[in-house]
């Protein structure tokens, strides 16, 4: 099982539903529940650099510096699902 999502980043055990769901109902090992749901990415057209944006902004929204927000999305774009 990976720690992180490997779509946004995002620490798996941060995930209130404790991940994705996969097409048959199982939770994905692999993907968090705001970017995998049965079995299919939420945001299917979106690339790395977006989806990066897209976290920057729902991370600085919570009130974490934009800096530190980019630090924390650095790697997006060499997680499982960018690296197709």
Same mark, same amino acid.
């Given at each position: 099982m990976n720690k992180l999502c490997q779509s946004c980043g995002?620490?798996? /055990?941060r995930d209130p539903n404790g991940g994705g769901s996969n097409a048959d109902g199982s939770k994905s090992n692999d993907y968090c529940s705001h970017c995998y749901v049965d079995g299919a990415f939420a945001q299917p057209d979106i690339n790395a650099e977006a989806m990066r944006q897209l976290? $920057? !902004? !729902? $991370? %600085?929204?919570g009130g974490i510096p934009k800096i530190l927000a980019r630090l924390l %999305?650095? /790697? $997006?774009?060499?997680?499982?699902?960018?690296?197709?």
């Open positions: 995002m620490p798996l /055990k976290c $920057i !902004n !729902n $991370i %600085t929204a %999305t650095r /790697k $997006i774009p060499k997680l499982k699902r960018w690296s197709v």
